[in-house]
T-cell receptor, first 116, second 112 residues
Framework: AQSVSQHNHHVILSEAASLELGCNYS??????LFWYVQYPGQHLQLLLK??????LVKGIKGFEAEFIKSKFSFNLRKPSVQWSDTAEYFC??????????????FGRGTQLTVWP | DAGVTQSPTHLIKTRGQQVTLRCSPK?????VSWYQQALGQGPQFIFQ???????QRGNFPDRFSGHQFPNYSSELNVNALLLGDSALYLC???????????FGNGTRLTVT
C-alpha cells in the first residue's frame, strides 16, 4: 500500500518568513500528487497538483511545490507567509494505475500557525 | 461555498446504533468518494461510487456501506457503531472518476 509522510506536524512562523513543508511518499510507479489546505472551519481545498510535465508546480495564493522523483518528495513552499496562511496542510498521492486508481492517500497533515 | 454539500453537520450516536450520512456532489460531478478523518490524522479512503456502483473500497469493514442515487447524490451507512468510528466523515466529488477532488465540509460523528 502507498503511504505518505509529512514530517512536520506543527510549524510556527512569523509573517514574511519562508515556508517549506515536507512530503514523502512510498510508491515506485507513476504518481499524481496534491497539496490540500484546510482553513479553520472550512472544507479541504486544492492548493496545487502535479500530474506530469514541469516538476515545479505553481498553485493558488503564491504556493508552489517541487516534485523530485528520485527522492519520492513533493515539498510545498511559499517565499513569504501571511497570517491568513494559518491552516492545516495535507499532502496526498494517487497512483495512476492499478487497483488504487481514483483513491488518494493522505499524509497526517501539518498545522501551520503564522504569527502577525 | 463548497459546492459539495453534506448533512448533517454534526451527529451524536450511541454504540451499536446505525447512522446514515448524506452527500450531494458539486454540480456537474458524477463520482462520489467518502473519507474518514480521525482526530489528528489525514483522511482515509472508505469507498468510491460511480454510476451507482461501488468502484473501489479501502480497508474498512462491511459495517460501512454506501449507495449512490441516479442524481449522483450518495449515502454512507455505518452499522453497529463503535467508539472508534468517531471521526469527521468527508464526501468528495469529481467528474468521471477523476482524481481532482472537491470536498464537502464533512459530518462530525461522535459515538458515545
Amino acid at each position: 500500500a502507498q503511504s505518505v509522510s509529512q514530517h512536520n506536524h506543527h510549524v510556527i512562523l512569523s509573517e514574511a518568513a519562508s515556508l517549506e513543508l515536507g512530503c514523502n511518499y512510498s510508491y515506485g510507479g507513476t504518481v499524481n500528487l496534491f497539496w490540500y489546505v484546510q482553513y479553520p472551519g472550512q472544507h479541504l481545498q486544492l492548493l496545487l497538483k502535479y500530474f506530469s510535465g514541469d516538476p515545479l508546480v505553481k498553485g493558488i495564493k503564491g504556493f508552489e511545490a517541487e516534485f523530485i522523483k528520485s527522492k519520492f518528495s513533493f515539498n510545498l513552499r511559499k517565499p513569504s507567509v501571511q497570517w491568513s496562511d494559518t491552516a492545516e496542510y495535507f499532502c496526498a498521492v494517487n497512483a495512476d494505475r492499478g487497483s488504487t486508481l481514483g483513491r488518494l492517500y493522505f499524509g497526517r497533515g501539518t498545522q501551520l500557525t503564522v504569527w502577525p | 461555498d463548497a459546492g459539495v454539500t453534506q448533512s448533517p453537520t454534526h451527529l451524536i450516536k450511541t454504540r451499536g446504533q446505525q447512522v446514515t450520512l448524506r452527500c450531494s456532489p458539486k454540480s456537474g460531478h458524477d463520482t462520489v468518494s467518502w473519507y474518514q478523518q480521525a482526530l489528528g490524522q489525514g483522511p482515509q479512503f472508505i469507498f468510491q461510487y460511480y454510476e451507482e456502483e461501488e468502484r473501489q473500497r479501502g480497508n474498512f469493514p462491511d459495517r460501512f456501506s454506501g449507495h449512490q442515487f441516479p442524481n449522483y447524490s450518495s449515502e454512507l451507512n455505518v452499522n453497529a457503531l463503535l467508539l472508534g468510528d468517531s471521526a469527521l466523515y468527508l464526501c468528495a466529488s469529481s467528474a468521471n472518476r477523476g482524481i481532482t477532488l472537491h470536498f464537502g465540509n464533512g459530518t462530525r460523528l461522535t459515538v458515545t
